[in-house]
């Protein structure tokens, strides 16, 4: 369902929320792109999509602003990342905007620990510590609100931030830096379900008895 809200300036804003495929899209994106970055992480921690943090992406008013969140005004937005793609006219399909994150893996030197040009994206999207992602689509129209003057604002919140200047993990063996409570899945550490366990846990104790 769209949602229409005025900012503090004369934009219209009608915010576009994802389909269910593509929140499904968006994570599968982030965790092949953490399943198959090279060198190796030993310390990835596996990406989910999160609808908290698509609320986020959804309620933010300023993105037609080109502006991101102030944390100490808007402390929701404390330890997250938005990233944004601007184009005219009409939104795309989301993935469209995920090949762009594809250009700039290539950018990215780990040993030298630089971009050659921008790679911004695609370091928080590989960031070890980023464990949610949302997304959603904000359709700008200035001043009279005419298709003529409308262009759209793709944005993803992810938690956590990337610190810039470091390399977004740590090389090693896949899940051989995972932290206690976590287990390895595609590559990336995935927290352990205490709830599955203790299932697990009583079945192997009754097979026993």
């Known amino acids: 369902m769209n949602k229409i809200s ?4 004369t934009c219209l804003v009608v915010i576009r929320a994802l ?3 593509e929140r499904e899209a968006v994570e599968e994106f982030g965790r092949k792109l953490r399943e198959d970055v090279q060198p190796t992480a030993s310390d990835i921690k596996l990406l989910s999509y999160s ?13 037609c602003l080109h502006g991101s969140p102030d944390p100490i005004l808007n402390p929701e937005y404390q330890d997250t990342q938005m990233l944004f793609w601007f184009d005219s006219g009409q939104p795309l399909p989301f993935s469209d905007y995920l090949k762009d994150i594809l250009e700039q893996k290539q950018e990215y030197d780990f040993d030298k620990k630089r971009c050659r040009s921008t790679c911004v994206h695609y370091l928080q999207f590989v960031y070890a510590n980023a464990t949610e992602v949302g997304c959603a689509t904000h359709v700008c129209r200035i ?5 003529a003057n409308s262009y759209h604002v793709a944005l993803c919140v992810l938690r956590k931030k990337y610190q810039r ?23 990336q550490c995935k927290q352990i379900d205490s709830a599955a366990a ?12």
């Open 51 to 63: 609808m908290k943090m698509e609320q986020l992406a959804e309620k933010y008013k300023n993105g």
């Open 143 to 147: 001043d009279d609100a005419s298709a």
């Open 19 to 21: 389909s269910p495929q």
């Open 6 to 9: 005025v900012s503090l300036v």
């Open 165 to 187: 200047g470091r390399r977004p993990y740590y090389r090693g063996p896949s899940c051989s830096q995972c932290p206690s409570g976590y287990e390895c899945f595609r590559r």
């Open 198 to 209: 203790i299932k697990t846990t009583s079945a192997i104790h009754l097979s026993l008895v």
